[in-house]
Nanobody, 124 residues
C-alpha cells in the first residue's frame, strides 16, 4: 500500500481545509487509517483515526469538534475535514495505515504504511 496525501495549503484562522490521502492497492478496506501532524520543532502527534469501515473514530482532544475524519473505500481515500482552524494547527500532516482486517477497533501504534506529508499553515 502506498499513501499519497494532499490538500494542504495556507488559510487564515477560522478557515477550513480538507486533506485527502489516497491509497494504492486493493486492500484499503482492511486498514484502519490515521492522521498525524508535526509542527516545527515538535514531535509528531496523533490527530485522528478511523476503523476500516469508518464507523469507529477517535480524536485528539485538541481537534475534537473541529476536525472530522471520513473515508471512501470505493475511492481508496481517507479525508480530514478541518474547520475553525487555529494557528496552532500549523503543521505537516501525515496519513498512516495499519492492517486490522475487519476489526472494529482503532488500535494505536505499529503502523504499516506512512504517506508523505502535506503542509497546513494557519495565519492569525
Amino acid at each position: 500500500v502506498q499513501l499519497q496525501a494532499s490538500g494542504g495549503g495556507s488559510v487564515q484562522a477560522g478557515g477550513s481545509l480538507r486533506l485527502s490521502c489516497v491509497a494504492s492497492g486493493r486492500t484499503f478496506s482492511r486498514y484502519a487509517m490515521y492522521w498525524f501532524r508535526q509542527a516545527p520543532g515538535k514531535e509528531r502527534e496523533f490527530v485522528t483515526a478511523c476503523s476500516w469501515s469508518g464507523s469507529a473514530t477517535t480524536y485528539a482532544d485538541s481537534v475534537k469538534g473541529r476536525f472530522t475524519i471520513s473515508r471512501d473505500n470505493v475511492k481508496n481515500t481517507v479525508y480530514l475535514q478541518m474547520n475553525s482552524l487555529k494557528p496552532e494547527d500549523t503543521a505537516v500532516y501525515y496519513c498512516a495505515a495499519r492492517y486490522t482486517g475487519q476489526g472494529m477497533s482503532v488500535p494505536l501504534g505499529k503502523y504499516d504504511y506512512w504517506g508523505q506529508g502535506t503542509l497546513v499553515t494557519v495565519s492569525s
